[in-house]
């Protein structure tokens, strides 16, 4: 993609690599007060593209993230993991409220990464780029256990795995490219 900054819709629907299984295992885990509280896109932006973001910590050694958008609220619950010297989210969506209770049974919740960076007053996401592992799988070099459906790559791999995949990304700015920028609310 040739923008530098999406919205989190953009990233979450395009960009971004879904896994069966977190990032994280116990150890991994840390916590940052700085990501606490409620961030915002830039209000610059239309209407329909901002967001707000409100990190809570919550009782599992992680976040409860509302994220907000087209004034829908979703909850997602997140941890943020220290691997190979840097940050990154895992984010996990909460249990839909759907009224549709046969259309909801279709739907699976997974994983997403995003590479994190707070700074002061600004938050920074990077989310694992489908290009890059479509590319890495089209190569025959995706050597994590993965399935592919239709024009989707589903990381199945274990916990150990997305690590490994994860810190030999960490060397390739083609893995991370695009970014959300969001801002601490006032």
């Known amino acids: 993609m040739k923008k530098t900054i999406l919205t989190a819709a953009a990233l979450l629907t395009a960009a971004c690599v879904p896994s069966l299984h977190p990032l994280y295992t116990g150890k991994d885990l840390v916590f940052d007060p700085a990501l606490t509280g409620a961030w915002h896109t830039d209000p610059g932006e239309e209407e329909k593209d901002r967001q707000r973001w409100r990190f809570v910590r919550n ?107 994860i810190r030999g990304a960490l060397t390739d700015p083609k893995a991370f490219p695009d970014r959300l920028k969001l801002r601490r609310a006032e």
């Open 59 to 165: 009782e599992h050694s992680g976040y409860t993230l509302e994220h907000t958008e087209n004034g829908e609220t979703r909850t997602f619950t997140v941890h943020l993991v220290s691997l190979g010297g840097a940050r990154f989210l895992d984010l996990y969506p909460d249990n839909p409220s759907l009224a549709n209770t046969f259309y909801q049974a279709f739907l699976m919740p997974v994983h997403m990464f995003a590479r994190v960076n707070v700074n002061g007053g600004n938050l920074e996401l990077r989310f694992l780029s489908d290009d890059w592992v479509k590319k890495a799988q089209r190569a025959g070099r995706l050597y994590t256990a993965h399935e592919k459906i239709e024009d989707t790559i589903l990381l199945t791999a274990p916990t150990p795995a997305l690590q490994q995949l």
